[in-house]
């Protein structure tokens, strides 16, 4: 009777999985023929400003953050991670105006409009700041300083650290410019010491060595030095603006940048400098 029994349970079982494989056949077989007509109809593309990695070029990227990364912990840096999203207060007013304009913001669940006050007063600004709470990050450098103040009490300092992530600017898409890229940033926070300049520059140079790369020129500049020439020129205010504009030099050439609006009153720091 138990052998009877057994034979029973295993036939059972053996009729459940063959019932449940020809359903599970049927259901991909139904998704494939979904997709098929989807594809027919609709070329997929992906949005603008992002891209696939095949799994060669995959190989490749893994390899040069495996080595960003070897020269980040050779150099006692430690590793962090900061979520895709940060409150947009978070975000906001660190970038100057045009940097504001480039953050990708995430509009807040449910039936968002529901909650806004309207009225003809209403600017798609206003707007936003009631129907969004959240932002893809900009880059990496915002996040770490909140990561700083949120966690300081568990942070010993002076604090070294590196983060390779992605980040997101809903910049106009163009040759060699994304909307979603990736960063690789190391930082020391804590002390004023000019040796750890020194060290980010070894570390550069240490890691386009290991890679291969030839004829690289490391540039430095010091804000500090930009401050006091446009302090100089009784421009203070507009300093964020003008490190932006300077920030396209190697994008547009002196010419374009000259043409940016808010540089037309400095156009004399413009021949000083260049």
């Not at 999985?17 to 049927?26: G, H």
């Not at 006692?76 to 970038?95: C, D, S, W």
Request: hydrophobic share 40%; net charge neutral; with cysteine.
């Amino acid at each position: 009777m138990l052998q009877d029994a057994s034979i029973t349970r295993v036939n059972t079982e053996i009729r459940c999985f063959i019932i449940f494989e020809a359903n599970l056949i049927i259901f991909i077989n139904n998704n494939l023929r979904y997709l098929q007509t989807i594809m027919s109809t609709t070329k997929p593309t992906l949005p603008k400003g992002t891209r696939d990695f095949t799994n060669e070029v995959m190989f490749r990227r893994n390899y040069i953050f495996e080595t960003v990364k070897t020269a980040f912990e050779c150099y006692g840096y430690a590793p962090i991670e900061t979520p895709a999203m940060e409150n947009i207060q978070t975000l906001t007013g660190k970038y100057g105006d045009e940097g504001d304009r480039l953050i990708f913001k995430v509009l807040n669940s449910g039936d968002y409009l529901s909650k806004a006050n309207i009225d003809e007063n209403t600017t798609s600004k206003s707007l936003t700041k009631q129907i969004v709470e959240k932002a893809l990050r900009y880059d990496l450098t915002v996040p770490f300083a909140r990561f700083v103040v949120q966690n300081r009490n568990e942070i010993t300092f002076p604090f070294k650290r590196y983060q390779m992530q992605n980040v997101w600017r809903a910049d106009r898409p163009q040759k060699g410019r994304y909307r979603e890229f990736y960063q690789c940033d190391a930082d020391v926070i804590g002390t004023d010491s000019l040796l750890c300049e020194v060290e980010l520059v070894q570390l550069y140079d240490d890691v386009f060595t290991k890679l291969n790369v030839p004829n690289v020129e490391i540039c430095i500049n010091n804000r500090k030095v930009l401050s006091g020439m446009v302090e100089l020129m009784g421009a203070t205010a507009l300093f964020d603006d003008v490190v932006i504009a300077l920030d396209k030099l190697d994008k547009i050439g002196i010419e374009k940048v000259k043409e940016e609006k808010v540089l037309k009153p400095l156009h004399y720091l413009f021949y000083i400098l260049f």
